[in-house]
C-alpha cells in the first residue's frame, strides 16, 4: 500500500521505547465515543497582557463520556487570529478537539495573551511580532506545565498521561505551536524583543504559570502557521506535522515576507514548506500535508479538508499514542474532492532521465514541485500520455501533480536518480 511519507520518516527511538496505549478497540483512530463532555473556563495561568493588565488564562475541556481508562494522552489546541483575534471556541479548533475527545484523548482549547503593539495605527514592526509570538508562545507552555501540575498537585483530575502531551495550533496557533518546540533556549530569543516590557519575562518558559514543571511535548501538529527561523531546529527536535494551503495569501507556505492583515510589512518567517526541507535535513520525524491549491485553513467551513486534517492528524497522533512508525496518512483514503481516483501509471519509477505517465482520464495540466514546494516543471497536455524529460533536474524526491480535463486531480511521488 502506497504511504505519504512526505519528505521521508526518520524515527526517534525515543518514542518507540514509551509504554504505549491500548488500542485494540480502534481508540485514538475511530471516534469510539458517540457523546463527549466539556468544561468551560478552567484557569490555567495568568499574566500581564502589553499594557501592564493582568489576564486569566483560561480553557475548555473536552472528555470522552463514560470512560474508564485513566491513562490518556492530552491534545491542546491553539486557535488562530492574527495574535489580535480568535476564541478558544472558535470553528478552527472546536470541530478538531472535539473530533479528538470522541477517538479517546482529552483534549483542551486554550486562550492566551491578545493584542500587538502598533494595531490597528501606525502599524505592527517586525518587534511587536515577535513580542506578541513570545507572550502567547509563554501562554502554551504553561497549559502544558498545567496539565503535569494537576497530576502532582491534585491526583490527576484529568486522568492524563503526562508522557503523551501534544500541541496542536492553526494559523497563529499554529505559529505558537512551532514557536514552543523549536524557540527552546534562552539564546534564541530574537535581540528585538524586549523582555522588560510587562507579561515577557522569564525567556522562553514565561511566567503565565505553573513554574518547576516541564513544558515539552511529545509532537506537535502546526496548520497554517510559520516558525521566525528554521535555524533554531535542531536534530532530535520535536516532531511535527504539518498542513498548509500552498495558495496561502496570509501565512506563506514557504519562506516569504508576511503583513499583518495583508497592510502592514512585518518580517520574513520561514513556512511549512520549509520547516519540513529543514525537518528532512536533520532527519527529524515528520509529515508534511500540502493543499495544493488551496488558501488559509482550508478546513474551516469545508468538510472534505476537515475530514483530510482529522484523517492526518489521527495517523499522526495514534502512532505516537499506540506505537509503531507509521506516522503518515494514507493517500489512497483521501477525499475524492481533492484526489481522484482515476487510473495513473508513472514509468520508471526511479527514474534516470526521462518518465512516461500514462492516465486513465485525459491528462490538461502536469506540475512537478521539489521538497520547498517549488515548481520545477509545468506543462499543459491534451492526452492520456505524456513523455517528460527529468535530464536537467538534481537527484532526489519529487512530487507530481496532475489534473484532468474532467477537473480531477491527482499527487504521486517520484524518485530521481
Known sequence: MKKNYLFGLLVAAAFTTQAQQDCSNGRYVDE?????????????????????????????????????????????????????????????????????AKRGFVTASISYRLGMNGVPFPGPEEKDAIETVMRATQDARAA???????????????????????????????????????????????????????GLSGGVEGESGNPGYSSEVTAIVNIAGALGDVNWMQAGDTPVLSL??????????????????????????????TVHAQAETLGLTHCFKPHFGADHVP????????????????????????GGTDYCYDYATMSIEEYGQFDVSIYPNPASDRITIESGEKLKKIRISDLSGK?????????????INMVELQSGPYFIHLETESGNVRLEKLMKL
Open 32 to 100: 469510539v465515543f458517540p457523546t463527549i463532555t466539556t468544561t468551560s473556563d478552567i484557569q490555567y495561568g495568568a499574566n500581564l497582557d502589553l499594557n501592564g493588565n493582568n489576564v486569566n488564562l483560561l480553557l475548555d475541556l473536552y472528555e470522552p463520556t463514560i470512560d474508564t481508562e485513566t491513562n490518556r494522552p492530552v491534545v491542546i489546541f491553539i486557535h488562530g487570529g492574527s495574535f489580535v483575534g480568535g476564541s478558544k471556541t472558535g470553528s478552527d479548533v472546536v470541530p478538531l478537539a472535539q473530533a479528538f
Open 144 to 198: 502544558v506545565r498545567f496539565f503535569r501540575k494537576s497530576i502532582d498537585t491534585e491526583g490527576n483530575p484529568y486522568n492524563i498521561d503526562d508522557t503523551k502531551i501534544f500541541i496542536a495550533g492553526v494559523s497563529a496557533g499554529g505559529f505558537s505551536a512551532l514557536h514552543l518546540a523549536y524557540l527552546d533556549d534562552n539564546t534564541e530569543i530574537p535581540a528585538q524583543a524586549d523582555q522588560t516590557e510587562p
Open 244 to 273: 498548509h494551503g500552498n495558495q496561502d495569501g496570509t501565512v506563506p507556505y514557504g519562506t516569504d515576507l508576511i503583513t499583518f492583515l495583508g497592510i502592514y510589512d512585518i518580517m520574513v518567517v520561514d513556512g511549512s514548506s
Open 299 to 322: 478546513h474551516v467551513g469545508n468538510a472534505d479538508y476537515l475530514d483530510t486534517t482529522i484523517n492526518y492528524m489521527s495517523q499522526w497522533l495514534s502512532t505516537f499514542t499506540c
Open 375 to 387: 515548481v520545477v516543471c509545468e506543462l499543459t497536455t491534451n492526452g492520456n500520455s505524456t513523455l
